[in-house]
Protein backbone atom coordinates (compact mmCIF):
# COMPACT_ATOMS: atom_id res chain seq x y z
CA UNK A 1 0.00 0.00 0.00
CA UNK A 2 0.77 3.41 -0.43
CA UNK A 3 -0.06 4.68 3.62
CA UNK A 4 0.80 7.94 4.49
CA UNK A 5 0.59 8.58 8.46
CA UNK A 6 0.65 11.51 10.53
CA UNK A 7 -0.84 12.67 13.55
CA UNK A 8 -4.57 13.58 13.81
CA UNK A 9 -4.33 16.89 16.49
CA UNK A 10 -1.79 18.81 17.87
CA UNK A 11 -2.22 21.60 20.43
CA UNK A 12 0.67 24.45 20.51
CA UNK A 13 0.97 27.96 21.96
CA UNK A 14 1.45 31.34 20.14
CA UNK A 15 4.92 31.93 19.67
CA UNK A 16 6.20 28.70 20.39
CA UNK A 17 7.46 25.77 17.76
CA UNK A 18 5.73 22.89 16.75
CA UNK A 19 7.07 19.79 14.04
CA UNK A 20 4.09 17.53 12.26
CA UNK A 21 5.71 14.76 11.50
CA UNK A 22 4.79 12.62 8.73
CA UNK A 23 5.90 8.68 7.53
CA UNK A 24 5.21 7.10 4.46
CA UNK A 25 6.17 4.06 2.39
CA UNK A 26 9.78 4.55 0.42
CA UNK A 27 9.05 2.24 -2.40
CA UNK A 28 8.27 4.35 -5.76
CA UNK A 29 8.48 7.86 -3.80
CA UNK A 30 8.96 10.59 -6.08
CA UNK A 31 8.27 13.76 -3.66
CA UNK A 32 6.78 15.17 -0.99
CA UNK A 33 4.69 17.93 -0.40
CA UNK A 34 2.36 19.71 2.82
CA UNK A 35 -0.18 21.02 2.54
CA UNK A 36 -2.31 23.96 4.31
CA UNK A 37 -6.04 23.78 4.84
CA UNK A 38 -8.07 26.17 6.74
CA UNK A 39 -11.34 24.99 8.58
CA UNK A 40 -14.32 25.63 5.08
CA UNK A 41 -11.30 26.07 2.26
CA UNK A 42 -9.08 24.44 -0.21
CA UNK A 43 -5.70 23.41 0.57
CA UNK A 44 -3.24 25.62 -0.28
CA UNK A 45 0.52 24.58 -1.63
CA UNK A 46 3.46 24.85 1.45
CA UNK A 47 6.38 23.01 0.50
CA UNK A 48 7.65 20.64 -1.69
CA UNK A 49 10.95 18.28 -0.84
CA UNK A 50 12.45 15.95 -3.33
CA UNK A 51 16.00 15.49 -2.08
CA UNK A 52 17.36 14.86 1.64
CA UNK A 53 17.36 18.06 3.80
CA UNK A 54 15.96 21.06 5.11
CA UNK A 55 13.90 23.56 2.64
CA UNK A 56 13.06 26.85 4.66
CA UNK A 57 10.32 29.14 3.67
CA UNK A 58 10.32 32.24 6.01
CA UNK A 59 8.45 30.62 9.54
CA UNK A 60 7.62 27.11 7.58
CA UNK A 61 10.81 24.71 7.02
CA UNK A 62 10.02 20.97 6.16
CA UNK A 63 12.53 18.21 6.50
CA UNK A 64 12.65 14.93 4.29
CA UNK A 65 14.97 11.78 4.85
CA UNK A 66 13.97 9.98 1.97
CA UNK A 67 15.58 6.49 3.21
CA UNK A 68 14.03 6.50 6.55
CA UNK A 69 10.84 7.44 4.95
CA UNK A 70 10.22 10.53 7.13
CA UNK A 71 9.12 13.93 6.88
CA UNK A 72 8.58 16.91 9.04
CA UNK A 73 6.86 20.38 8.49
CA UNK A 74 8.29 23.11 11.48
CA UNK A 75 6.17 26.02 12.23
CA UNK A 76 8.04 28.47 14.47
CA UNK A 77 6.67 31.59 15.96
CA UNK A 78 3.20 30.20 15.95
CA UNK A 79 0.86 32.72 14.93
CA UNK A 80 -3.17 31.93 15.99
CA UNK A 81 -3.69 32.20 12.21
CA UNK A 82 -1.81 28.34 11.85
CA UNK A 83 -4.51 26.95 13.61
CA UNK A 84 -5.16 24.68 10.44
CA UNK A 85 -5.04 20.96 9.38
CA UNK A 86 -1.66 20.33 7.36
CA UNK A 87 -1.87 17.86 4.63
CA UNK A 88 1.44 15.65 3.96
CA UNK A 89 0.72 13.96 0.01
CA UNK A 90 3.41 11.92 -1.44
CA UNK A 91 4.16 11.23 -5.17
CA UNK A 92 4.66 8.03 -6.52
CA UNK A 93 7.18 7.56 -9.59
CA UNK A 94 5.05 4.50 -10.73
CA UNK A 95 2.17 6.70 -11.80
CA UNK A 96 2.59 9.89 -11.34
CA UNK A 97 0.00 9.81 -8.62
CA UNK A 98 0.00 12.26 -5.44
CA UNK A 99 -1.92 10.58 -2.55
CA UNK A 100 -2.82 13.13 0.81
CA UNK A 101 -2.75 11.49 4.02
CA UNK A 102 -5.51 12.28 6.46
CA UNK A 103 -4.03 15.37 7.94
CA UNK A 104 -2.90 16.78 10.74
CA UNK A 105 -5.20 19.53 12.78
CA UNK A 106 -2.89 21.64 14.75
CA UNK A 107 -5.09 23.86 17.86
CA UNK A 108 -2.70 27.07 18.87
CA UNK A 109 -3.80 28.45 22.06
CA UNK A 110 -2.97 32.09 23.19
CA UNK B 1 -5.18 36.00 -12.60
CA UNK B 2 -8.59 33.80 -11.61
CA UNK B 3 -7.32 30.97 -9.84
CA UNK B 4 -9.30 27.56 -10.08
CA UNK B 5 -13.14 28.13 -10.50
CA UNK B 6 -15.88 24.91 -9.27
CA UNK B 7 -19.48 25.83 -9.13
CA UNK B 8 -21.79 24.86 -7.65
CA UNK B 9 -20.44 26.01 -4.21
CA UNK B 10 -23.18 24.12 -2.20
CA UNK B 11 -25.17 21.77 -3.34
CA UNK B 12 -28.01 20.12 -1.76
CA UNK B 13 -30.21 16.66 -2.63
CA UNK B 14 -32.32 14.23 -2.45
CA UNK B 15 -31.11 10.61 -2.89
CA UNK B 16 -31.56 9.19 -6.29
CA UNK B 17 -31.33 12.75 -8.01
CA UNK B 18 -28.35 13.58 -10.34
CA UNK B 19 -25.86 15.77 -9.56
CA UNK B 20 -23.12 17.71 -11.85
CA UNK B 21 -20.12 19.89 -10.82
CA UNK B 22 -17.89 22.08 -12.31
CA UNK B 23 -14.22 22.60 -13.36
CA UNK B 24 -12.67 25.34 -14.97
CA UNK B 25 -8.82 25.07 -14.30
CA UNK B 26 -6.21 27.29 -14.57
CA UNK B 27 -5.99 28.78 -17.79
CA UNK B 28 -2.46 26.75 -19.08
CA UNK B 29 -2.65 24.27 -16.47
CA UNK B 30 -2.16 20.39 -18.55
CA UNK B 31 -3.66 18.87 -15.38
CA UNK B 32 -6.61 18.11 -13.62
CA UNK B 33 -7.53 16.30 -10.66
CA UNK B 34 -10.84 15.80 -9.09
CA UNK B 35 -10.88 14.93 -5.32
CA UNK B 36 -13.35 13.95 -2.28
CA UNK B 37 -12.65 14.98 1.48
CA UNK B 38 -14.28 13.54 4.35
CA UNK B 39 -13.70 13.95 8.05
CA UNK B 40 -13.42 9.95 7.73
CA UNK B 41 -11.28 9.33 4.85
CA UNK B 42 -9.79 12.56 4.46
CA UNK B 43 -8.47 13.86 0.97
CA UNK B 44 -9.25 11.24 -2.02
CA UNK B 45 -8.08 11.65 -5.31
CA UNK B 46 -11.18 10.20 -7.30
CA UNK B 47 -10.16 10.79 -11.41
CA UNK B 48 -7.37 12.83 -13.00
CA UNK B 49 -6.60 14.26 -16.37
CA UNK B 50 -3.88 14.93 -18.52
CA UNK B 51 -3.94 17.07 -21.54
CA UNK B 52 -7.80 16.25 -21.55
CA UNK B 53 -7.57 12.25 -22.02
CA UNK B 54 -8.32 10.74 -18.19
CA UNK B 55 -5.15 9.04 -17.11
CA UNK B 56 -6.23 7.22 -13.73
CA UNK B 57 -9.95 6.52 -12.62
CA UNK B 58 -9.00 4.05 -9.85
CA UNK B 59 -10.16 5.99 -7.14
CA UNK B 60 -13.78 6.59 -8.29
CA UNK B 61 -15.89 4.80 -6.46
CA UNK B 62 -18.45 2.91 -8.60
CA UNK B 63 -19.94 3.12 -11.33
CA UNK B 64 -22.68 5.96 -10.23
CA UNK B 65 -19.30 8.22 -10.55
CA UNK B 66 -18.40 9.82 -13.95
CA UNK B 67 -16.27 12.48 -15.24
CA UNK B 68 -15.30 14.61 -18.73
CA UNK B 69 -13.20 17.07 -19.53
CA UNK B 70 -14.41 18.03 -23.12
CA UNK B 71 -11.68 20.72 -23.50
CA UNK B 72 -9.02 22.72 -21.70
CA UNK B 73 -10.61 24.88 -19.66
CA UNK B 74 -13.56 22.86 -18.74
CA UNK B 75 -14.52 19.70 -17.01
CA UNK B 76 -17.46 18.05 -15.12
CA UNK B 77 -17.97 15.19 -12.53
CA UNK B 78 -21.13 13.87 -12.17
CA UNK B 79 -22.92 11.45 -9.63
CA UNK B 80 -25.62 9.75 -11.13
CA UNK B 81 -28.03 8.17 -8.93
CA UNK B 82 -27.00 10.12 -6.08
CA UNK B 83 -26.63 8.31 -2.57
CA UNK B 84 -26.12 9.76 0.95
CA UNK B 85 -22.66 8.73 1.10
CA UNK B 86 -21.82 10.83 -1.72
CA UNK B 87 -22.26 13.84 0.68
CA UNK B 88 -18.52 15.35 1.00
CA UNK B 89 -16.64 18.50 -0.02
CA UNK B 90 -15.51 17.81 -3.77
CA UNK B 91 -12.68 19.49 -4.98
CA UNK B 92 -11.10 20.32 -8.45
CA UNK B 93 -7.28 21.22 -8.64
CA UNK B 94 -4.90 21.73 -11.90
CA UNK B 95 -0.65 21.79 -12.06
CA UNK B 96 1.29 22.27 -14.95
CA UNK B 97 3.64 19.79 -16.17
CA UNK B 98 3.08 16.87 -13.91
CA UNK B 99 0.77 16.39 -10.66
CA UNK B 100 3.11 18.20 -8.45
CA UNK B 101 2.31 21.87 -6.72
CA UNK B 102 -1.88 21.58 -7.38
CA UNK B 103 -3.94 24.85 -6.76
CA UNK B 104 -7.13 23.88 -5.47
CA UNK B 105 -10.55 25.25 -6.01
CA UNK B 106 -13.38 26.55 -3.14
CA UNK B 107 -14.72 23.15 -3.74
CA UNK B 108 -18.21 21.94 -3.58
CA UNK B 109 -19.87 20.81 -0.93
CA UNK B 110 -22.51 18.62 -1.53
CA UNK B 111 -25.41 16.70 0.62
CA UNK B 112 -27.33 14.25 -0.44
CA UNK B 113 -30.50 13.58 1.64
Known amino acids: GQNIDQPTEMTATEGAIVQINCTYQ??????LFWYQQHAGEAPTFLSYNVLDGLEEKGRFSSFLSRSKGYSYLLLKELQMKDSASYLCAVIWARDDKIIFGKGTRLHILP | DAGVIQSPRHEVTEMGQEVTLRCKPI?????LFWYRQTMMRGLELLIY????????DSGMPEDRFSAKMPNASFSTLKIQPSEPRDSAVYFCASSFGGAGTQYFGPGTRLLVL
Open chain 1, 26 to 31: TSGFNG
Open chain 2, 49 to 56: FNNNVPID
Open chain 2, 27 to 31: SGHDY
